[in-house]
């Protein structure tokens, strides 16, 4: 029983100091591997909620949640972060969806930095189909209830020889600076 205690001691000793904590600001590419960087001042809280805009004629919610402690992957490193995660439904004028990522996670885009500054956050989105408009989506927190938008795609050319399966590879989110949504 003594050997059990001193080794999940040991465990945890190593796990604390084997995950070092930084802050919300600080540069992943600074950090060491398996770090995690915390929203300790709960600064991503403020931009969580449902939010609606209307954008050349289509309805767009965004599902915006914060996910603690994520997985975040890259070519030479891995670290755990606080993230926004946005998941979206657009709408047609009647009401047809035309793009649901609620209850895909592979569609989803998350935040990538934040800056207090600007009281703004930026997000990655990987794109649709065959990765078709990934970039960057930036959200700006004007009061309580608005957000302004500002997406910008790095990319809407799609190589349909390299693209199996679902050909759709029209961008439904409104690619557009300064969209007012509203809290719901």
Do not use: H
């Not at 600074?30 to 709960?42: E, F, L, M, Q």
């Not at 693209?163 to 719901?184: A, E, H, M, R, S």
Request: with cysteine; glycine share 4%; proline share 4%.
């Amino acid at each position: 029983m003594k050997g059990l205690l001193f080794l999940e001691v040991v465990l945890a000793v190593f796990y604390c100091k084997a995950q070092q904590t930084y802050p919300l600001n600080s540069d992943y590419e600074t950090i060491p591997a398996n770090s995690y960087i915390k929203d300790t001042n709960n600064e991503l809280g403020q931009f969580t909620g449902i939010y609606k805009a209307y954008f050349q004629g289509n309805e767009t919610i965004l599902y915006i949640s914060k996910v603690e402690n994520k997985l975040q992957k890259t070519p030479n490193k891995v670290y755990y972060m606080d993230v926004l995660v946005v998941k979206y439904v657009v709408r047609n004028s009647a009401g047809i969806i035309l793009q649901d990522t609620q209850n895909n996670n592979t569609r989803e885009f998350y935040s990538i930095w934040f800056q207090p500054q600007e009281n703004a956050v930026a997000l990655y989105y990987s794109g649709t189909n065959c990765r078709v408009g990934w970039g960057k989506v930036y959200l700006y927190k004007i009061n309580s209830t608005q957000l302004s938008w500002d997406y910008r795609p790095n990319s809407m050319i799609l190589d349909q020889q390299n693209c199996p399966g679902n050909q759709d590879t029209k961008v439904y989110l409104p690619v557009t600076k300064d969209l007012i949504f509203t809290k719901q």
